[in-house]
Antibody, heavy 118, light 106 residues
Framework: EVQLVQSGAEVKKPGESLKISCKGS????????IGWVRQMPGKGLEWMGI????????RYSPSFQGQVTISADKSISTAYLQWSSLKASDTAMYYC???????????WGQGTMVTVSS | DIQMTQSPSTLSASVGDRVTITCRAS??????LAWYQQKPGKAPKLLIY???SLESGVPSRFSGSGSGTEFTLTISSLQPDDFATYYC????????FGQGTKVEIK
């Protein structure tokens, strides 16, 4: 079964760092892009960025460039989203999703809820 | 940046109704447009890709059309399971989502 499994919910304080993960299985992890999508409480979907694990080519939305870092370890079929200094406004659900060439985001992870509060 | 404008933001409809949601791109995206359905507490689900291609397993009452800058998602006969929020997404240049359309029970 093709699936993406994300790490569990996190509760952090402002200024702390965080790295969440997204592990792919059931397909060739290095042959598809993996994207990250933010959904703030009660709000819509926001495209953050995308990585190609085969060569680590990474693209960011201008809105998220410099705010987060996307990476991947192809040896363990895992993509990451990380923050160096969290803000309360980073509180959101974060989804990873597989992008095939023409089928957009066809497989989604279950989401990781990140709560940043003092 | 390509902007996506989706309308309406909320739609009230009854079971059996024909429902249409519109998505407009700020510049041409050819047919690189997808539609997703999201239910509360769940990840989005791909319904339509390349503007009009039905994802495997998605009921045929869902259809998509359009190219360039104007796109529509149509549900031919609304079913109880279809009450959800729908998003369009362009993937011609990076990716941008529309603001979403919540389909509510009338």
């Amino acid at each position: 079964e093709v699936q993406l499994v994300q790490s569990g919910a996190e509760v952090k304080k402002p200024g702390e760092s965080l790295k969440i993960s997204c592990k792919g299985s059931g397909y060739s992890f290095t042959s598809y892009w993996i994207g990250w999508v933010r959904q703030m409480p009660g709000k819509g979907l926001e495209w953050m960025g995308i990585i190609y694990p085969g060569d680590s080519d990474t693209r960011y939305s201008p809105s998220f460039q410099g705010q987060v870092t996307i990476s991947a370890d192809k040896s363990i079929s895992t993509a990451y989203l990380q923050w160096s200094s969290l803000k309360a406004s980073d509180t959101a659900m974060y989804y990873c999703a597989r992008q095939s060439y023409d089928r957009a985001f066809d497989i989604w992870g279950q989401g990781t809820m990140v709560t940043v509060s003092s | 940046d390509i902007q996506m404008t989706q309308s309406p933001s909320t739609l009230s409809a009854s079971v059996g109704d024909r429902v249409t949601i519109t998505c407009r791109a700020s510049q041409s995206i050819s047919s690189w447009l997808a539609w997703y359905q999201q239910k509360p507490g769940k990840a989005p689900k791909l319904l339509i890709y390349k503007a009009s291609s039905l994802e495997s397993g998605v009921p045929s009452r869902f259809s998509g059309s359009g190219s360039g800058t104007e796109f529509t998602l149509t549900i031919s006969s609304l079913q109880p399971d279809d009450f959800a929020t729908y998003y369009c997404q362009q993937y011609n240049s990076f990716g941008t989502f529309g603001q979403g359309t919540k389909v509510e029970i009338k």
